[in-house]
């Protein structure tokens, strides 16, 4: 599958300058010359970023991404206004995008693509690089347009026509396309998995978690790795890992008469040989880690609802959890994150299966030596350990939008002891929503409130089973 599309980047003239010298690198030839700034403007006291809160209360905005200062001091979710690339599409004449595609598609190259990535902008493959597998009429190009158009309107439902609109066209071509065979794998997937991971994004009620779109991306993943050409296509890794992710996100909320178990020899193989080489825009060199999540999330939701124990299954689970060797030592916030994880999967396991065992090789010697630990001890330790670590990842970072799922697990599991870090927590969710505009993020939040009252007055419940109680299926991931 070649390149169909040129695309060049042009300065946009009245805010050109601050990354010029990074793009110029990326196509030197193509840079038209940089066009003169506008003169200097009276500086008002609406900025040209401020949020919508401090519009609102007719203050200047300090402008602070992803939550401004005013915002941060009063607890609330911050509404930045968008900040688009500094660099417009330019798109040759032979090009089949249309103008009218254009002002959607540059918001999801610059802005939108980068809420499902924990890579910067520039090591985006779902940013300007996709554009290549995009065709005028297919369903990726409505797909891309339908989440961009929600994600200008924070995802509110009263935002949501031309979203809605395009995501029709897309399901339409997408179905005409599959029956035709007209699309090769990858995109398939690719639209597959857009689709799939925006269902959450739209849904008011947290029903909707793109059940049908993940049975369908498991299907394609298989169709990939069974073939020779396909599994070494380019565009594999970056499908697999986004795959494994995704799953992960969703383990806990496939009803289980409905589960289907992901692994198969192919995808095992894969994982262990090819993920762990090289670094992933979404999983980096936790791929592994996450496919052991989407084993466990599975386990624990047919345990939460049969109560049908499988003691062999669950030392397995735990000594591979325990034994996880992470493997971005040269990244700090990589190890963090991905200790996160572990303790993510080691809460829900020690919270639905008990604790069966003190596995040998555990690193935690506190619990392994004094055996007097409860398992309410053990899981808020890791708690409090999680969440204080996630905290420590600053706002700007690009780990962040990996956050959600652990800080759930482990805000869920803090006492009433732990006042301030709950705080911390509703204030975590509020910013990862003012970075990414994904509404479950504060449905979790609410989530946690209710649970963490219920828990006061002293009833015993989970995350898992209060969501279930609610009829949701809250995909935070
Ligand atoms: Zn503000
Ligand atoms: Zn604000």
Redesign the pocket.
């Known amino acids: 599958m070649g390149s169909r599309y040129r695309i060049r980047f042009a300065a946009v003239a009245q805010f050109a300058e601050p990354t010029l010298g990074k793009k110029k690198k990326l196509d030197a030839q193509q840079q038209p010359p940089v066009q003169p700034q506008p003169p200097n403007r009276a500086r008002s006291s609406r900025s040209r970023y401020?949020?919508?809160?401090?519009?609102q209360s007719r203050?200047k905005?300090?402008?602070?991404f992803p939550i401004?200062?005013?915002?941060t001091r009063r607890g609330v979710v911050?509404h930045?206004a968008t900040r688009e690339s500094q660099w417009q599409l330019h798109l040759p004449p032979s090009s089949s995008i249309k103008d009218d595609d254009e002002p959607l598609l540059h918001h999801w190259f610059s802005t939108t693509s980068q809420i499902i990535v924990s890579t910067s902008a520039d090591d985006n493959p779902f940013s300007y690089p996709i554009a290549q597998y995009i065709s005028p009429t297919g369903s990726l190009i409505h797909t891309l347009k339908s989440i961009s158009a929600a994600h200008q309107n924070f995802f509110k439902p009263r935002g949501l026509q031309r979203c809605l609109e395009e995501r029709c066209k897309a399901l339409r071509a997408f179905r005409q396309e599959l029956v035709r065979g007209e699309q090769s794998l990858q995109c398939s997937f690719l639209t597959a998995y857009l689709l799939g991971i925006s269902s959450s994004y739209l849904d008011r009620y947290g029903v909707d978690y793109g059940k049908d779109h993940l049975l369908a991306a498991h299907a394609i993943v298989g169709l990939i790795l069974a073939d020779d050409t396909a599994r070494n296509h380019p565009l594999t890794h970056l499908i697999v890992g986004a795959f494994v992710y995704w799953d992960m996100s969703c383990a806990f909320l496939v009803d289980t008469p409905e589960q289907r178990e992901i692994g198969t020899p192919l995808l095992d193989g894969y994982i262990t040989d090819t993920m762990q080489q090289v670094f992933h825009p979404i999983t980096g060199r936790c791929t592994g880690l996450f496919y052991i999540l989407c084993r466990l999330g599975r386990y624990v939701r047919r345990v939460s609802e049969t109560a049908d124990h499988n003691s062999v299954l669950e030392l397995q689970f735990e000594r591979e959890l325990l034994e996880w060797d992470d493997e971005t030592k040269e990244d700090p916030m990589w190890t963090q994150t991905s200790h996160a994880f572990r303790s993510h999967g080691l809460i829900m396991l020690y919270r639905f299966c008990g604790r069966s065992s003190n596995y040998p090789g555990s690193p935690l010697p506190a619990y392994t030596t004094e055996g007097c630990f409860t398992t309410d001890d053990l899981v808020r330790n890791h708690a409090v350990t999680t969440i204080s670590s996630l905290l420590c990842i600053p706002l700007a970072s690009r780990h962040l939008c990996l956050q959600p799922i652990p800080l759930l697990t482990a805000g869920a599991e803090l006492t009433s002891d732990d006042a301030c870090l709950r705080q911390e927590v509703r204030s975590r969710f509020k910013a990862l929503y003012s970075f990414n505009r994904i509404p479950a993020h504060l449905a979790a939040e609410e989530l946690l409130v209710s649970l963490w009252e219920l828990k006061d007055s002293g009833q015993d419940i989970t995350w898992l089973e209060l969501m279930l109680l609610k009829g949701w299926r809250l995909r935070v991931g």
């Not at 401020?50 to 519009?55: D, F, H, S």
């Not at 905005?61 to 602070?64: H, K, L, N």
């Not at 401004?68 to 915002?71: A, P, S």
């Open positions: 401020g949020c919508e809160e401090c519009r203050v905005c300090d402008e602070t401004c200062g005013r915002c911050c930045a």
